[in-house]
């Protein structure tokens, strides 16, 4: 793993990350391009706290629900899901993709976070293999171009993405105005904090990736990757996309403190990065075996620039990762060493 | 405002927001295809343009054709200032 390499002095991207330029006393040109747009963020969170206010106050009830939460049962989307019930009192349905390799104590979180709030929650889990058939093309192909996989690994986009459409298409069906995630700035832009989930416009941009995966599983991704035509035509609106906690500044240990009395508690059976779900030591092997950096740099070092986490916190979380699971998870989607070695070899042959 | 301060203004932003040299983005070609921006670089131009350039994109600007290059984003952004 990527241990030793040569990182920021204040943040911790490393040397493999693109574009990355190390300056004055090993500052990376991040850090310092942070230091500049300060004051533009900050005004841009206060016009996404006001926008976010006008849209949950002049919501339109037009079904059961007003709000999707996407629900990892991590500590983000746990915090999201009590803020979406407890600060803007909506009536949200939690929706889980079940990708088949949840940790049994994040369904634990799971089970007695939405129980303790009182909310509905949906469960979707897709074909065991159909789901392994689309991770495994994600991670030995070259589905995604290299730029969009600069602050995540090739199969949490494509599992992700998932997350998205499946959402969407339950927004669209129950008519409900709103969906929500946890991310985090340092994984969306900051334009997109609030957006209009406009399926046909963004589809445009998913086609490439759409079409290779196609290509290497079949065209039963559709049913997991697009929304059919009968139910786009029939869209009078589209959902908004509300990211709502990017507009909270808070630490680590205050979400931690915040949802424990919900009875979520910190799984140990999985690494630092990602709180629940078992595949991501593996994504980020084999991030860091192609790319040579891990897809938490930027995420992570946007923490430190914010304040929010230390440098060697970000760096214990990168190091501490469990390499136990790595084997037994290519085993499962019958990867070998070298088909990351050969989608390495197509991505280096395009730079 | 003349399109080639809109132009300076959306490069600009690109050249910040999408680690690439100015030298890079081609000016009539998609930046999808080019591997520039993702879908998430769509949502952050169009709201990029709202606030940039005080206009309002609605749904219905919301195509394949008005984001396809960046010619015709300017091309969009003098039609909506023109209609102001
Ligand atoms: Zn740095």
């Known amino acids: 793993m990527t241990n030793n390499i040569e990182r920021c002095s204040k943040c911790i991207q490393s040397k493999n990350y693109p574009k990355i330029k190390f300056e004055e006393n090993g500052v990376c040109n991040f850090c310092n391009k942070k230091n500049k747009s300060t004051k533009i963020e900050a005004s841009f969170i206060d016009n996404a706290k006001i926008k976010i206010s006008n849209l949950f106050d002049n919501r339109i009830k037009r079904g059961e629900y007003d709000a999707v939460v996407c629900y990892s049962g991590g500590k983000d989307s746990t915090y999201v899901l009590k803020l979406a019930v407890e600060k803007y009192g909506l009536n949200v349905l939690a929706f889980t993709l079940d990708n088949g390799y949840i940790a049994e104590v994040a369904w634990k979180n799971i089970r007695k976070v939405v129980d303790s709030l009182g909310v509905d929650h949906w469960v979707y889990r897709p074909s065991s293999e159909n789901y392994k058939a689309i991770a495994r093309a994600s991670a030995i192909t070259d589905v995604y171009r290299k730029n969009t996989l600069t602050r995540i690994s090739a199969i949490c986009n494509s599992c992700i993405s998932m997350v998205n459409i499946t959402a969407l298409k339950i927004a669209l069906e129950k008519k409900i105005p709103f969906i929500l995630a946890g991310f985090t700035l340092g994984q969306i832009p900051i334009n997109a904090i609030i957006y209009k989930n406009h399926y046909k416009f963004l589809a445009d941009s998913r086609l490439e990736s759409l079409n290779k995966l196609r290509e290497e599983v079949g065209d039963v991704v559709d049913d997991y990757l697009c929304i059919k035509d009968e139910l786009i035509n029939e869209v009078k609106e589209y959902p908004h996309n509300v990211n709502i906690l990017c507009i909270e500044d808070v630490t680590e240990t205050e979400i931690k403190d915040a949802i424990a009395p919900l009875g979520w508690v910190s799984p140990k059976d999985v690494d630092g990065c990602s709180s629940n779900c078992m595949l991501n030591t593996f994504n980020n092997y084999v991030h860091e075996e192609v790319f040579g950096y891990n897809p938490y740099e930027m995420e992570l070092s946007h923490l430190i620039r914010e304040g929010l986490m230390t440098r060697s916190e970000a760096l214990d979380k990168i190091n501490d990762s469990s390499v136990e699971q790595i084997a037994p998870i290519m085993a499962s989607l019958s990867i070998e060493k070298n088909d990351i070695i050969s989608v390495k070899n197509v991505y280096d042959s395009k730079r | ?84």
């Not at chain 2, 219905?60 to 969009?76: C, E, P, Q, V």
């Open chain 2, 1 to 84: 405002m003349s399109s080639v301060m809109i132009l300076e203004q959306i490069l600009n932003f690109i050249v910040d927001t999408y680690m690439v040299e100015i030298d890079e983005i081609p000016l009539n070609e998609s930046l999808i295809d080019e591997g520039i921006i993702d879908s998430f670089g769509l949502i952050e131009l169009a709201s990029f343009l709202e606030k940039a350039f005080l206009i309002q994109v609605n749904d219905d600007d919301l195509t394949r054709d008005n984001f396809s290059s960046i010619n015709k984003m300017i091309a969009l952004v003098d039609r909506k200032k023109s209609h102001d």
